[in-house]
């Protein structure tokens, strides 16, 4: 995991210069870019902190174990939505369903449309 390397001696002064070598076994490898729950060793941390003078910050049991419920956040998200569906439809007065467009849009995907002409500004372009 960790080991120490000679690396210089000086024999005017006698000052010994090591490295530090972290093995590729101390290193973590994420299974996906937004992985978070990692446990980096003690060993490389106190190295790390040592060398860089810094100091990582100790986390609880229950933050490593943080996970996400995507169902209470498409609930948020929806409700969000659904609370001010009626005051974008004031403020976007569009009808989505263009004459060109065969199907008939669902309620949903009328207001997605509206939605996405407001982040877009309609009205200032």
Not at 28 to 47: A, G, M, Q
Not at 50 to 73: G, N, Q, R, V
Not at 102 to 117: D, E, F, S, T
Request: hydrophobic content about 35%; aromatic content about 10%; charged content about 35%.
């Amino acid at each position: 995991m960790l080991y120490l390397k000679l690396h210089k001696y000086y024999d005017f002064t006698g000052v010994l210069e090591l490295k530090i070598c972290i093995s590729s076994e101390s290193l973590v490898k994420l299974s996906h870019p937004s992985d978070f729950k990692v446990r980096v060793p003690v060993e490389v941390k106190n190295v790390l902190n040592f060398c860089f003078d810094t100091e990582t910050p100790a986390y609880e049991e229950e933050e490593k174990t943080l996970s996400h419920d995507i169902d209470k956040l498409y609930d948020a998200v929806k409700e969000f939505h659904d609370a001010t569906e009626d005051e974008r439809e004031e403020r976007v007065q569009i009808n989505p369903q263009h004459r060109s467009l065969i199907p008939k849009l669902r309620r949903y995907q009328a207001h997605a449309v509206r939605w996405m002409l407001e982040q877009e500004r309609y009205k200032q372009n």
